[in-house]
């Protein structure tokens, strides 16, 4: 019987192997484990270790910090997609008191909601959660450093403002929820608030010297929704697959697609590095591919999570160190030693099984004034608008049921593509949110606003 990691090319394996062991050796991590998904299956699992003789293996606990926002955001989702809260909703409609409310839903999953950075002193991440019981102790008297909605400004007190919220709507409490909601439903055993045997411990490594320091591995308390989880490279590798295929258990493929897509306005310098936020995940871009997850750390840990979707591969990247590893570059380096050795096989073309007569005759080129676009019925049912110059507005769009179609992407999410037929049934036009699509172009015999000059096309004298 084949394993899963035989799946792997010999040559793509030891790729893998030698450039997490590069990374535990140069960033002098105790111990560093990682794993690879692809097509919904880990693929692939590596561990490296230089401290203590035990080596590390899928079912070995690592604390993932920040990875937890995506474990919330999830949660707030569900309430969404149940119609129990509106992401435009303003926090004090289900949140009352917090001095945050003006902020939507919305802008604290995206981290524009214009709250603090952190929590008021001490600092949360190296002591107990019993110093802030309160969610007053978490935001503190000033709890905004921007205006609401205007910028992007990363928020640990954001999220637990999200979990507060999840524990006001649910009746329960977060870690409650999140493991009847998401943990048992898709598996993730080893996914907890506290750390459960096997689990690494925590070090600091001196920035001048090969010694270590034990980190403390504090209760986070209120705050846990922001980063207390702890979880393993296993675990990880099948959110990841949910992250990219999504489980109508727990969160449908569509919304999870709406997290992936970019939410907040990126800062200048996330402009020219590729970064930006969506719902819950971190968006980057690296060399021509487009990755979305997160990165997560606290004291004693670095964590990451990577998922390039085109190629239907995932990363997980974990270490016990609290700097020196870094984990986001190492991730992508992960997703791309197997995309680029082991491209992506494609599914075998399928025809549609059946086609509407008035559907394919949409089919074909069709012009806005003198851009040619061509129009193509694909076999998951969808229709796609592309320039044939190759460049310029495109988009896919899925059909209403009503003759029309809705723009799922680009400059043409959410807008509306209407044929507008004529007395005798044909096709006079397509409308695309005002702007007409016509057969020929400017074609004369079409609805064309403004009019078509009845001389016609001429050269130039």
Known sequence: ???????????????????????????????????????????????????????????????????????????????????????????????????????????????????????????????????????????????????????????????TVLGALVERLRGAAWEDVLRREVLDPLGLERTSSRPTAPHAAGWAVHPWADVLLPEPAEDLGRMAPAGQLWSTTGDLARFAAFLARGDERVLSAASLREMRTPAAPPEAADVTTGYAYGLGLELRRSGERLLAGHSGSLPGFVASLTLALDDDVAAVVLANCTSGVPVVAVGADLVRIVAEAEPRIPEPWRPLREIDPSVLELAGPWYWGTHAFGLRLTADGLASLEPLSGTGRHSRFRPNGDGTWTGLEGYYAGELLRPVRRADGSVDHLDLGSFVFTRQPYDPDAAVPGGVDPEGWRGLE
């Open 1 to 159: 019987m084949t394993s899963p990691e035989d799946e792997l090319l010999p040559g793509t394996r030891r790729a893998l192997s030698h450039r997490i062991a590069v990374a535990q050796a140069e960033g002098r991590a105790p111990s560093l484990v990682a794993a690879v998904v692809r097509d919904g299956r880990t693929v692939w699992h590596g561990a490296r270790a230089g401290a203590g003789g035990h080596v590390p293996d899928e079912t070995t606990q690592y604390r993932i910090g920040s990875i937890t926002k995506t474990f919330t955001a999830v949660l707030v989702m569900r309430l969404r997609d149940e119609g129990v809260l509106d992401l435009g909703d303003p926090l004090e409609k289900h949140l009352p008191g917090t001095g945050a409310g003006e902020a939507t839903i919305a802008d604290l999953l995206s981290h524009t909601g214009g709250l603090a950075a952190e929590s008021p002193a001490p600092w949360w991440e190296r002591t107990p959660g019993s110093l802030r019981p309160e969610l007053a102790d978490v935001l503190g008297d000033e709890p905004l450093r921007h205006p609401v909605g205007r910028r992007f400004h990363y928020s640990n007190p954001g999220y």
